[in-house]
Structure formats: structure tokens, C-alpha cells
């Protein structure tokens, strides 16, 4: 398929904001002072200056305290009642929230501020030169994300084992995989602690 016919397809971004947060050792990371905004706030304004056609938010734990934040931007919220069975369950919900037919959609930790618009369109890129049905950004040798899959494996994505998680689709199809080198340490760099924040914050 060509370049032109694979952007016509639609392209959808999960930004996943359902965990508790427990080794941060407060309410939610996410809502975190981080430049301007919150972690959440950052994450949200480059998915959004991306080249997707509709973003989901998937709340969870603490759906009080950011689903205020998060309606303030132009996303439909999907409400994931198993979070606390991992980050897969939020994802598949997410899956299940999306429209039928054809396309890709970027899965988007909601801990993950630093990541530039510019990943999002370069991914996109390599799919459409590849044909991959997974694209996987790497800095340094490390996968990071966002991770751009195709809606083809929706059937997969919600029969995975939550133990293995996400990782269990790069299992099943590594012929669909296309790992894209990139010099952006945001794609690798997540706010789990409080030493992780220390560090993260510009």
C-alpha cells in the first residue's frame, strides 16, 4: 500500500492515564508540575500538535482528581473499570472504544512528557515506508514509546496475557516489527519515582 493511501487511514493516539501511581508515593504523577503544565498537560499538547485524527484518554484510579484536566482538552475519555489488573487492560479498553475499520493507533503512557510531536510523525513515516504493523521507537538500543500498531490486531491485543503484556504482541508477530533509531531520550524516559521526576523536570 502506498504512502498516500496509508495516511487516508485513520490514526488514533491511546494516551493511558489509569495507574495509581504507587511508586510515586502520592496521589498522581501525572498531574505534577512539568514546564508549563502537568506531566499529563505536556503529554497531552504534543499528541494533540500530532498528525492523529483522535485521541483517547483512558482513566482509571484517581478518575476524579484528572478527568477535570483532562476534559479541558479536546479528547474523548474511555473509562477502564480493570485497572488494576496493569497497563494492558487500559489499553485494551482503549481498543475497545475505537471505531471499527482500518488504520493505526499510537499507545501513549501518560507518564512519558518529553516526547516530541516529531516522534509521532516519524513513526508514521516508517510505517508507511515499511508496511510494519508494528513500529517501535529505540534510543540508545532501548524500545520506548509511543508504539504505533495497526488495527489489525485488535483480536490479539485482547486476548494477551496481562502478565506478559504488550510485549506478548511483539512476540506473536516479530515479522511486523519495525524498530525505528532515534535521538530523542524522551521516548525511553518515564516518571515512576520521585527520583525519576527530579530528574525529568526541564
Not at 36 to 48: E, F, I, N
Not at 53 to 66: S, T
Not at 174 to 191: H, K, T, Y
Request: aromatic share 6%; proline share 7%.
Amino acid at each position: 500500500m502506498s504512502a498516500a493511501n496509508r495516511r487516508k487511514e485513520s490514526v488514533y493516539a491511546l494516551v493511558l492515564a489509569a495507574g495509581r501511581s504507587t511508586r510515586m508515593g502520592q496521589k498522581s504523577k501525572l498531574l505534577l508540575p512539568f514546564g508549563t503544565s502537568t506531566v499529563l498537560g505536556c503529554v497531552l499538547d504534543t499528541v494533540l500538535s500530532a498528525p492523529i485524527d483522535r485521541c483517547y484518554v483512558i482513566l482509571g484510579a484517581w478518575r476524579e482528581a484528572i478527568e477535570p484536566l483532562a476534559r479541558t482538552y479536546p479528547v474523548s475519555i474511555v473509562i477502564n473499570p480493570d485497572f488494576d489488573r496493569g497497563m494492558l487492560s487500559s489499553v485494551q479498553a482503549g481498543f475497545r472504544a475505537l471505531p471499527s475499520g482500518d488504520g493505526a493507533v499510537f499507545v501513549v503512557p501518560g507518564d512519558h512528557p518529553a516526547v516530541s510531536a516529531a516522534v509521532f510523525a516519524r513513526l508514521l513515516e516508517a510505517r508507511a515506508e515499511s508496511g510494519a504493523g508494528l513500529v517501535v521507537p529505540q534510543f540508545a538500543g532501548r524500545g520506548g514509546h509511543p508504539l504505533l500498531m495497526d488495527l489489525r490486531f485488535r483480536a490479539d491485543i485482547e486476548a494477551l496475557d496481562p502478565a506478559i503484556g504488550l510485549r506478548g504482541l511483539l512476540d506473536l508477530h516479530p515479522g511486523s516489527i519495525r524498530r525505528v533509531p532515534l535521538e530523542e531520550a524522551g521516548i525511553v524516559l518515564d516518571i515512576d519515582t520521585p527520583d525519576d521526576y527530579r530528574k525529568a523536570r526541564p
